[in-house]
């Protein structure tokens, strides 16, 4: 905890300083910080520099740079609730629109799954079922839908079905801290 001394001192270097400007003060007593924000010197706010009466005279203005780093950490909340884990790597740019089967007739029937789960990513309503056999980019397909959700800032929830039949027959454990009906209506009910 820094003392009262400590942060008067920083007050007074403040406004002893040459152009009078407090965004070049050490924030919060750390002169560590490597390259502060130039329009609020790293505090992630600032107000205008206009007169009083102006309308916008002593309104506290969230930074861009704040706003990035926000929506950053919202992101990365999304991604991690998400359930995607290393499939977040699975995007729409590291998939080949006709797939990777070498016949014609596949690699037409992939890319009309691929438009249809573009055109689903973008506005995401009711269900897009996706099948084939194994290793013909269904995962893939589904987690670039999740990736561009999370892009846009929309919650998802992934789950491969045997993992999701394996919670659901836990629940029924006398061990289980989670009731049937409580898991499947959170699982039901997510975006």
Same mark, same amino acid.
């Given at each position: 905890?820094?003392?009262?001394?400590?942060?008067?001192?920083? #007050?007074?270097?403040?406004? /002893?300083?040459? !152009?009078?400007?407090?965004?070049?003060?050490?924030?919060?007593?750390?002169? !560590?910080?490597? /390259?502060?924000?130039?329009?609020?010197?790293?505090?992630?706010?600032?107000?205008?520099?206009?007169?009083?009466?102006?309308?916008?005279?002593?309104?506290?203005?969230?930074?861009?740079? &704040? &706003?990035?780093?926000?929506?950053?950490?919202?992101?990365?909340?999304?991604?991690?609730?998400? /359930?995607?884990? *290393?499939?977040?790597?699975? =995007?729409?740019?590291?998939?080949?629109?006709?797939?990777?089967?070498?016949?014609?007739?596949?690699?037409?029937?992939?890319?009309?799954? *691929?438009?249809?789960?573009?055109?689903?990513?973008?506005?995401?309503?009711?269900? #897009?079922?996706?099948?084939?056999?194994?290793?013909?980019?269904? =995962?893939? #397909?589904?987690?670039?839908?999740? /990736?561009?959700?999370?892009?846009?800032? &929309?919650?998802?929830?992934?789950?491969?079905?045997?993992?999701?039949?394996?919670? #659901?027959?836990?629940?029924?454990?006398?061990?289980?801290?989670?009731? *049937?009906?409580?898991?499947?209506? &959170?699982?039901?009910?997510?975006?």
């Amino acid at each position: 905890m820094e003392s009262l001394g400590d942060i008067l001192k920083r #007050l007074a270097t403040t406004r /002893n300083m040459p !152009d009078g400007d407090p965004a070049a003060a050490p924030i919060d007593g750390r002169d !560590d910080i490597a /390259n502060p924000c130039e329009v609020c010197g790293g505090r992630g706010w600032f107000t205008h520099a206009v007169p009083a009466g102006h309308p916008e005279f002593g309104h506290v203005v969230t930074c861009e740079c &704040q &706003q990035d780093r926000l929506a950053e950490e919202r992101s990365t909340r999304l991604l991690h609730y998400s /359930n995607l884990g *290393y499939l977040s790597r699975f =995007t729409f740019d590291t998939l080949d629109s006709a797939g990777r089967a070498s016949d014609e007739e596949s690699q037409t029937l992939f890319a009309a799954a *691929y438009d249809a789960a573009t055109e689903y990513a973008e506005t995401p309503s009711g269900w #897009l079922v996706f099948t084939g056999p194994n290793a013909s980019g269904k =995962t893939h #397909l589904a987690a670039a839908i999740a /990736n561009r959700c999370i892009e846009k800032g &929309q919650v998802v929830f992934f789950v491969y079905v045997s993992d999701l039949l394996d919670h #659901l027959r836990a629940t029924f454990g006398p061990a289980s801290e989670v009731s *049937y009906s409580d898991l499947f209506e &959170q699982v039901k009910n997510a975006p």
